[in-house]
């Protein structure tokens, strides 16, 4: 069994620390994961901030959990700077967004955010097409349009080449192509499987996958748990239908996390 790093993760209810999530992760060989903070704006999680609790899974359990922090650019680019600042102080390698909340991050007036990200030498990791909605505030903005795939990051990506872009589910169902054709162009962007878009453009063979580079494609889950080992089972057989080799399975479940992560 290949050892593999889960790029997507999120903290969850009633597992403080992920201890138990951890248990499971052993148990199928996954050696490491990067669990991404939850945005407040559009859903009630009952968990509190749910950035703290990022951090307090990296400190308790270093070098197995990485994290990131959840950053609405539309409150204010002063306030997304200082959530960068704040969290980065903290120990956290990047910031995850959900564009879908009501911003473009392709606007000029998030150049100082991406800028502080440079020089924290720190990623951005990305919701990318449909979202859930918001059952307990259906009058809440979400949309999948105006800012949230993959072409909306890339004069960011070119401004940028310190800074890596990680595409969740793939960029989306309707804009994978928008995956294949920047991560295809630049050297900073990546994109992951995770369920539900991110499988979903596989189990159907779209278009142009065979030339997803193989260095760029990340494997990531968003908690998949017991079903891991199933998991691994269906997307090496079904990467390799597309050609890939072992040595590619490699990079896709371990290797190319690995780099990203600075895991020595």
């Not at 991406?114 to 990791?125: G, I, N, S």
């Not at 030339?211 to 908690?223: A, C, E, F, I, V």
């Not at 199933?230 to 890939?244: I, V």
């Amino acid at each position: 069994m290949i050892e593999k790093i889960d790029i997507h993760l999120h903290p969850i209810a009633g597992d403080p620390g992920l201890d138990k999530y951890l248990r499971i992760m052993d148990k199928h060989n996954v050696v490491a994961g990067l669990v991404h903070g939850l945005p407040q704006e559009g859903w009630e999680w009952k968990m509190g901030d749910t950035n703290d609790q990022v951090v307090a899974a990296v400190k308790a359990h270093p070098k197995r959990f990485y994290g990131t922090a959840v950053v609405d650019f539309s409150r204010g680019v002063e306030k997304a700077v200082d959530l960068v600042k704040k969290y980065g102080d903290k120990g956290l390698i990047g910031i995850k967004t959900f564009p879908n909340v009501g911003f473009d991050p392709n606007e000029d007036q998030y150049e100082p955010i991406f800028q502080e990200l440079e020089k924290r030498k720190m990623l951005v990791f990305s919701h990318c097409g449909w979202i859930l909605e918001n059952e307990t505030n259906r009058a809440m903005s979400l949309q999948s349009i105006n800012g949230a795939s993959p072409f909306h990051f890339e004069v960011p990506a070119r401004r940028h080449p310190g800074v890596n872009f990680i595409f969740a589910h793939f960029g989306g169902a309707a804009t994978y192509l928008e995956t294949l054709v920047l991560t295809s162009r630049l050297k900073n962007t990546f994109a992951d499987t995770c369920p539900g878009w991110g499988r979903w453009v596989f189990e159907n063979d779209l278009p142009g996958l065979k030339s997803m580079p193989r260095h760029k494609l990340l494997y990531g889950t968003d908690n998949e748990a017991e079903l891991y080992g199933m998991d691994d089972e269906w997307w090496s057989k079904k990467l390799t239908s597309l050609g890939f080799t072992y040595g590619d399975l490699y990079l896709y479940f371990y290797e190319n996390s690995k780099k990203i992560l600075g895991i020595v």
